[in-house]
């Protein structure tokens, strides 16, 4: 099955709009280590992610290996509906 969003495959848990968590050690783009993050894009084994750059201080779009972070929860758009039937 594909999500209807990015067209990624919904076997794996990689879809546009994950909430994930940056390892805390990367052999690159350290200023992402230990952020939260959302998955912004997805090609086959990379995922963009919108996360706080330390090193800058702004939030940037970074790409990853499926190793270099995980998902830790819902989807950011299930949130924001439950946001919404709480208001």
Same mark, same amino acid.
């Given at each position: 099955?594909?999500?209807?969003?990015?067209?990624?495959?919904?076997?794996?848990?990689?879809?546009? !709009?994950?909430? &994930?968590?940056? +390892? +805390?050690?990367?052999?690159?783009?350290? !200023?992402?280590?230990?952020?939260? !993050?959302?998955?912004?894009?997805?090609?086959?084994?990379?995922?963009?992610?919108?996360? @706080?750059?330390?090193?800058?201080? #702004?939030?940037?779009? #970074?790409? @990853?290996?499926?190793?270099?972070?995980? &998902?830790? !929860?819902? +989807?950011?758009?299930?949130?924001?509906?439950?946001?919404?039937?709480?208001?």
């Amino acid at each position: 099955m594909k999500c209807p969003f990015c067209g990624a495959d919904l076997n794996t848990s990689y879809c546009v !709009g994950n909430i &994930v968590k940056i +390892n +805390n050690t990367l052999d690159h783009d350290n !200023g992402y280590e230990n952020q939260i !993050g959302v998955i912004s894009k997805v090609e086959e084994d990379y995922c963009y992610i919108v996360a @706080f750059d330390k090193r800058v201080n #702004c939030y940037y779009a #970074c790409g @990853f290996e499926p190793d270099e972070f995980r &998902v830790i !929860g819902t +989807n950011i758009k299930e949130l924001y509906h439950a946001y919404k039937r709480w208001k």
